[in-house]
């Protein structure tokens, strides 16, 4: 019941950690795996419809948004990982639709400002020139 950690290794990509132990009692060696677990995350749209979390659709928007911009494909991916881990770490199982956008509209911004106004054009539906040029007038303070 008793035992003590030899040594711990991140394995699977990070997916799960392994650890090598031995009993207190009788010297004996064993090793454990422990797993993370993923939370199952369910997107709350602004309808209040609900659907599970897709990271596809995260990166389809990302991509439009990066049209003939000088952001990569890995660049995008690793925004979508660090996007995707910080909704996990939240612990919750469901998320705004908005949060999703505001997180995804914060990296862009730190990425690549063009991109940043276009998802953000999309995302927040500008009614006119003017909502347009506030945010214009926010990005360039």
């Known amino acids: 019941m008793e035992d003590k950690v030899v040594d711990s ?24 795996y422990e797993y993370i677990e993923a939370v199952t995350l369910t997107v709350v749209k602004s309808d209040g419809r609900r659907e599970l979390f897709d990271r596809q659709k995260i990166i389809s928007g990302i991509k439009l948004a990066c049209n003939k911009r000088p952001v990569s494909s890995k660049r995008i991916e690793a925004m979508v990982v660090e996007i995707e881990t910080a909704l996990q770490e939240q612990g919750k199982n469901e998320i705004s639709s908005d949060k ?6 914060a990296k862009l911004k730190e990425i690549d400002e063009v991109a940043y106004v276009r998802f953000a054009s999309v995302y927040r539906k500008f009614a006119d020139k003017a909502e347009f040029m506030e945010e214009l007038k926010k990005l360039l303070d």
Do not use: D, H, N, P
């Not at 999703?100 to 509209?105: D, K, L, Q, S, T």
């Open 100 to 105: 999703i956008g505001e997180m995804v509209m």
């Open 9 to 32: 290794r991140s394995v699977q990509e990070g997916g799960a950690v392994r650890r090598r132990r031995e009993c207190l009692s009788c010297g004996e060696r064993f090793t454990t």
